[in-house]
């Protein structure tokens, strides 16, 4: 089939808007089109936006008879992972990643999903959906439920890029647990498990929203889901409880390594603790002596003795020295 051609939209928010028959595409659509174009038999109209003004929301509301709360939702940011069901559509709020030096940045993409359409929507720095697009394109046997199999791929892309960011943290994790041995923590590293925690928590709150919205999308909860698209969405939740799992064991190992670094560094002070103790007492010795007979009493034992200070002297050297081969020997020096 030939493939027609329709005049580009030049809203720079629209990154890519076209019509599809099966997965082959036909045209690019200009958005006061798509409506009429997703209610063609065998026809989907696949819309991806770019933080779009309310002004784009409202005209694909009028397109696609989307639910005004969604539309509402989907013009802010800040929304926690979920799908809802508005009569025959489903509107679903996917958290995306993006590294940003030593940081994560939590992101967002919300999905409209109908008969006949589907529109994404992100914000923030999240990865283009592109990859997803071509692959769609590309596919030999397309599925009949063509809407069902593009969320897939979506949240598909959405998941796999988690694994990036989660072996990175992996990585760096491990790099923080080798330098345990070395001793109790420097300042740095402190401020390194800080940050590892707080891109575990970012991690989190992308993730563990996710696996309940892949399973009721796997089990028809919402919408009724053929065999061959379950089985695509019961991956997906393989996938991000593998991730999941990962995480959580990430923050264990950060839990363990605090804990092993709190217990080095009282091992550390109680050996310092004992350093000074046996330094105190061997000191204690000639201290007590000289403060003795500094009192200047006249009738005091050996004062009057011409060797009495030699004779003091050896007894405080003596005397000390014995303690510090006694401490050294018992682990104390």
Request: proline content about 4%; glycine content about 6%.
């Amino acid at each position: 089939m030939a493939k027609q051609v329709t005049k580009k939209s030049k809203d720079s928010c629209i990154i890519n808007a076209a019509v599809y028959q099966g997965n082959e595409r036909l045209c690019s659509v200009n958005l006061d089109e798509a409506g009429e174009w997703a209610k063609k038999p065998d026809h989907i109209v696949w819309i991806g936006l770019y933080e779009p003004d309310e002004k784009i929301l409202k005209k694909l509301q009028k397109q696609f008879n989307l639910n005004p709360l969604a539309i509402e939702d989907a013009n802010q940011t800040h929304q926690r992972t979920k799908v809802e069901q508005y009569g025959d559509s489903l509107f679903i709020v996917a958290r995306t990643l993006e590294s940003q030096g030593k940081y994560i940045a939590l992101h967002e993409t919300h999905i409209f999903v109908g008969k006949g359409y589907v529109v994404t929507v992100r914000h923030g720095g999240s990865a283009s959906y592109g990859p997803v697009r071509l692959r769609y394109e590309s596919l030999v046997h397309p599925f009949k439920d063509n809407e069902q199999f593009i969320t897939y791929s979506l949240l598909d892309f959405i998941v796999d890029n988690y694994i990036p960011v989660v072996e990175r943290i992996h990585h760096d994790v491990e790099q923080l647990e080798d330098r345990i041995t070395k001793g109790p923590f420097e300042a740095e590293d402190v401020e390194e498990l800080h940050r590892l925690q707080r891109n575990l928590l970012r991690l989190r709150t992308a993730v563990a929203p996710m696996v309940e919205v892949c399973k009721r999308l796997e089990h028809g909860d919402l919408l009724p889901v053929p065999p061959d698209i379950q089985e695509l969405f019961r991956d997906v939740t393989d996938h991000i409880r593998r991730v999941q799992d990962e995480i959580e064991v990430l923050r264990e190992v950060l839990v363990f390594a605090f804990n092993t670094n709190m217990m080095l560094g009282q091992v550390a002070q109680g050996d310092i603790t004992r350093k000074l103790a046996a330094w105190a007492a061997i000191l204690a010795v000639p201290t007590a002596i000289a403060g003795i007979y500094g009192m200047n009493f006249q009738f005091m034992p050996e004062t009057q003795w011409q060797y009495g200070y030699f004779a003091i002297l050896a007894v405080m050297f003596t005397i000390c020295t014995t303690l510090y081969l006694l401490f050294r020997k018992n682990d104390w020096l």
